[in-house]
C-alpha cells in the first residue's frame, strides 16, 4: 500500500495498491466502529461524565438522556462520511484468508485505491478511532495484548483483531502527521 | 443665593427592612464560587498523539502543552485540563467524549 497527496499543493490524500488484507480492514471499518448492542463498547464510548454517589447520579442520567444522543449523531455522521469515501472500494472481491493460514496474494498490491479528502480527514480520525475502541472493548483488549508483539499470520479472529487495532492506527497516524499534529 | 435645606426624613423602623436570608445568599455564592475540574482519564487504546491533538484542538493549547497533559494522562492515569464554572466544563466533556477521550468533570478541592 502507498500512500501519496492528490495532487501538488493538495492536502487531500490518495492510499493506492492496497492489498487485500488491508482492504478488507478498510471496508469494514464502519461496521467494527459500530458498538451495536454490545455493553462493554457501549460503555467505552459513551461513558459517565461524572463520579457516581451524590449529584453523579442525577447529572448521568440527563447525560445519558439529553446529551448521549447528540454524541451518537455526532459518530454516526462521521460513519457515513467514511462511508461515502470507501464506496468506490465496494465490489467483488475474494475474502481474505482466514485466521490460521496466510496466502501470499492478500499481500499483492491491487489497483484499488481509496480517496481521503483533507476534509473528511478529522470523521476519518474519528471513526478509526471509534472502531479501536469498540473492537478492543468488545475482545477484552487493553495495556497488556496492546504492548505484546502482533502475531503473524493470525491465527485466530482475535489475532485479526489485533491487526485491524494496529492498521487503524497506522492510518490514524497517517492522517495527523498530513494534518501537522 | 442662600442653600436651601430641609429636614431629613424620619428613619424607617427596623422591621420594614427584611432580615437578608443568609444561608440562601451564602448557598448562591457558594455553588457559583466552587470550580469544577476537567479531567482526562488514560485509557490504553487510544493513541498518544490523538489526545495530543484533541488538547491543541479544544483547548487551544500549544504541542508542547498538549503533550505535558498527555503524559501526565498516561503515566499518573488522569489530568486535570481545565478548571472554571460549572457549565463549561459540562460542554468540555461533551465534546471530549466527541473525541471519544474518558473525561469526567469533578468539584476543584
Avoid: C
Avoid at chain 1, 467505552?44 to 454524541?71: C, K, T
Avoid at chain 1, 499481500?107 to 473528511?120: D, V
Avoid at chain 2, 444561608?23 to 488514560?42: G, M, Q, R, S, Y
Avoid at chain 2, 486535570?80 to 467524549?97: D, N, S
Amino acid at each position: 500500500m502507498k500512500m501519496r497527496r492528490k495532487e501538488a499543493g493538495s492536502n487531500d490524500l490518495v492510499f493506492e495498491e492496497i492489498e487485500p488484507f488491508f482492504l478488507d480492514m478498510l471496508r469494514r471499518l464502519p461496521a467494527f466502529s459500530d458498538p451495536g448492542e454490545d455493553p462493554a463498547a457501549n460503555a467505552r464510548l459513551y461513558s459517565a461524565p461524572m463520579a457516581s454517589g451524590g449529584d453523579g447520579d442525577e447529572f448521568n442520567e440527563d447525560w445519558e438522556r439529553f446529551v448521549e444522543p447528540e454524541i451518537r449523531d455526532l459518530f454516526r455522521t462521521a460513519r457515513a462520511t467514511v462511508e461515502a469515501d470507501l464506496a468506490p472500494l465496494s465490489g467483488d472481491m475474494p475474502p481474505a484468508a482466514p485466521p490460521g493460514t496466510f496466502n501470499p496474494a492478500d499481500f499483492t498490491p491491487t489497483e484499488h485505491q481509496l480517496e481521503i479528502p483533507q476534509r473528511h480527514a478529522e470523521a476519518w480520525l474519528s471513526v478509526l478511532n471509534q472502531a479501536r475502541l469498540v473492537i478492543a472493548a468488545r475482545r477484552g483488549i487493553g495495556e497488556r495484548e496492546m504492548s505484546e508483539d502482533l502475531p503473524f499470520p493470525p491465527l485466530s479472529e482475535r489475532d485479526m483483531d489485533l491487526h485491524r487495532i494496529d492498521f487503524y492506527d497506522f492510518v490514524q497516524h497517517i492522517l495527523l502527521r498530513e494534518m501537522g499534529y | 443665593m442662600p442653600l436651601i435645606t430641609r429636614d431629613p426624613p424620619p428613619a424607617l423602623p427596623r422591621s420594614a427592612f427584611p432580615e437578608p436570608d443568609l444561608e440562601l445568599e451564602e448557598k448562591t455564592a457558594t455553588v457559583t464560587d466552587i470550580p469544577w475540574n476537567v479531567v482526562v482519564h488514560n485509557d490504553p487504546i487510544t493513541k498518544m498523539n490523538y489526545v495530543t491533538m484533541v488538547f491543541q484542538k479544544l483547548f487551544g493549547f500549544g504541542r508542547e502543552r498538549a503533550e505535558r497533559h498527555m503524559l501526565e494522562v498516561h503515566h499518573k492515569g488522569r489530568s486535570i485540563v481545565w478548571t472554571g464554572v460549572r457549565e463549561r466544563g459540562e460542554l468540555y466533556v461533551q465534546q471530549l467524549h466527541g473525541y471519544q477521550l474518558l473525561a469526567t468533570l469533578e468539584k476543584s478541592l
